[in-house]
């Protein structure tokens, strides 16, 4: 079946003449070349758009028509409780990413190209890596009889083993661990369209070393720090399978919680409800992300 | 001056290098710590572990659980790659040569699904195919695969295609070649990294597709992180490190791949 797909697309591919004067309508030629979209578009009609409609529509429908479920979203506290604690999540996962990104994406900037090329590797290895085994490492290290826990018990700084799993410490520690990729690669290319004589300028005219990473560099920066922020936390606020494992019952965010109301509750409304939520919210600050992106005065004076 | 390390200031230069090295530390801690736990005797996962041995591997390599779901992560992996160059070619192709309105519309259409949320497209399209009772079936593995894999393979395509230069397909034209004989024999060669890139992409995002394969799976027919991921949840058995490790083998081993074609492609650019 597949090998006859392939064969038809390369037919369909072929079958897209450029060779422009000939067409009879101007309304042909326009549309030429269209039907080799219909099998894809066809397929996410199909798969992807029509059950993505049918999911939201269950908001409205089930168990009776109109906003109920909307309502009982931000009505009940225990509801509330997970939005809000998706929120912060996401946004503590955002902070702490850009803080660790920061220092990596600049070494690797400013490094002899041999190491930067190195540290780079490492980011990506990391990015590359299966999500369930970087989560399960996780998991083991931060357990009560963890390695962690043991060796600060063995050094006495604690006496008790601390409880980083199954709770918020496991659910940031895991995905700030998760996106710091996520931030390097967007920062870093950021940093290396930086001119530095901007900054030796900065420092002639008599700026200190602080004053020049707050007044230029930071500034510099922002493009990518904004991307990347902005990209990590729309990325946290869809996870599921890192809170899934290291989070707690106590802390559930949006993404299990669709699931659990599925796969548990059968409850679809109020499933639904959340599922238009996360896509409102994602859409919403993915538009402000675009929106914002040519403005960026690096990319934009690096363009050229 | 803050961008060249030789007129940064000792102190500063020492401090950043130093942060720097623990967090390129910290994010291959949860790696090598996998890897070298798979070799561990313990069962409880102590580090450092009492012993090393092959047991785990023996383990995984002999249960047939285990098995079936690589054989089927295998399975579905390539019916998804194969659906999504196969949907993704003819697409890249319409949206770089057509001059149709809308086709930025459809652009951001064909991406949309990198854009919304894994769980909500999992749960949308578990509720189609549990309808039309097609869960646990390969078919809605693939399926739900081919829906996300398709962005990745059609921006590589696309972008390869955009930088290939289409008076060279005119010129085999001219030259007596039929269109289809020129956008075989001259276009696919040229833009043959866009579409292995694609395709790579394509396994890569089914290989190690968690949240739809969950929805997706039934007791019987489970992919490699299916099993990984149910077994997780009741104990923390080392045969996951195991699992793991293999992934961990075959991410670098595309890595590596990836970069071979890169350094094949900017020799021959």
Known sequence: MTTAQSSQSTHVAGAAPRAAGMASSSTA???RGFSNLLPALLFLGLFFLAPLIGLLMRGVLEPSLGLGNYEQLFANSAYTRVLLNTFSVAGLVTVISLLLGFPLAWAITLVPRGWGRWL???VLLSMWTSLLARTYSWLVLLQASGVINKTLMAMGIIDQPLEMVHNLTGVVIG?????IPFIVLPLQATMQAIDPMVLQAGAICGASPWRNFFRVFLPLCRPGLFSGGLMVFVMSLGYYVTPALLGGAQNMMLPEFIIQQVQSFLNWGIASAAAALLIGITLVLLYFYLKLQPES???ASNAR | MLLTPNAMGPRLRIGLYLTTGLIALFLLLPIVFIVLLSFGSSQWLVFPPPGWTLKWYEQFFANPEWMASVL??????????????????????ALVRGRFPGRELLYALFTLPMIVPLVIIA?????LFLKLGYTGTLFSFVVSHVIVALPFTIISIINSLKLFDQSIEDAAVICGASRMQAVYKVTFPAIRPGMVAGALFAFLVSWDEVVLSVMMASPTLQTLPVKMWTTLRQDLTPVIAVASTLLIGLSVLIMVIAAALRRRNEVSA
Do not use: D, E, H
């Open chain 2, 123 to 127: 749960v949308a399209v578990y509720a």
């Open chain 2, 72 to 93: 089927t992560s295998l399975k579905v992996a390539v019916l998804t790659t194969l659906c999504a160059v196969a949907l993704g070619l003819p697409t890249a192709f």
């Open chain 1, 29 to 31: 030629q326009r549309w």
């Open chain 1, 175 to 179: 995905m700030s661990y998760i996106m």
């Open chain 1, 297 to 299: 005065p690096v990319g």
């Open chain 1, 120 to 122: 780079l590797n490492i």
